[in-house]
């Protein structure tokens, strides 16, 4: 099989409303496949109407001919069962954290501890979504609540926008860029 033929499965983790969903339907290339439900915890109807309850899929080809499966968990750890169903064969790991809002990004670092354990080979990287909000943390700043060493790069995107979203696919995608679980040690928040 040629890596044409090959596809590559790329996961888009992250905590609650970090833009997952958006980012996959943004991403895709064929209707997503979704399983939104109301959100029914106060806490969460505050933030958003609906939640992902198992998954995202969608597909996008590269121009180079080089077809990737992204699929999208969902961040609540009562959904969790979905997380190492999900991360089986994965090759790359997008982690989606809201620049605007950090009380929920300890969700991406127990999605983190689940992956060490079920992906250890996976390359990872750190994505700060919602960068066209005013109330953005600077890129430093979310660098710095990371704890990340300086070997790990922080990319940045509006998961609304797809020129944004493209670019970090294919960042994500060269293996220059991302290190794999093992080579993390980030904070735990
Ligand atoms: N302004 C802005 N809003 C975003 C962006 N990405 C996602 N959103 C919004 O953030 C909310 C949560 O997004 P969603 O994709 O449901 O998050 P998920 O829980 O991680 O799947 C939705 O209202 C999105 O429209 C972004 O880059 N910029
Ligand atoms: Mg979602």
């Not at 029914?40 to 077809?67: C, F, I, N, P």
């Amino acid at each position: 099989m040629t890596n044409k033929e090959k596809a590559t499965k790329l996961l888009i983790a992250g905590h609650f409303g970090a833009g997952k969903t958006t980012f996959v339907k943004t991403a895709s290339q064929i209707k997503t496949v979704e399983t939104e439900r109301r959100t029914t915890l106060e806490e969460e109807k505050s933030k958003k109407q609906s939640t992902t309850v198992a998954m995202d899929y969608g597909e996008y080809q590269t121009e180079d001919g080089r077809k990737v499966n992204i699929f999208g968990v969902p961040g609540q750890k009562r959904f969790s069962f979905m997380w190492s169903i999900l991360a089986k064969n994965t090759e790359t790991v997008i982690l989606l954290l809201d620049s605007t809002d950090i009380s929920r990004w300890y969700e991406t670092f127990e999605q983190i501890n689940v992956f060490r354990k079920e992906i250890p080979n996976a390359r990872f990287v750190f994505v700060a979504n919602k960068r066209d909000l005013p109330n953005a943390l600077s890129m430093e700043e979310i660098k710095k609540k990371l704890k990340l060493p300086a070997h790990m790069k922080l990319l940045e995107c509006v998961a609304t926008d797809k020129d944004s979203v493209i670019s970090v696919i294919k960042e994500a995608l060269d293996e220059t860029n991302c290190k794999s679980a093992n080579q993390m040690a980030v904070a735990n928040i």
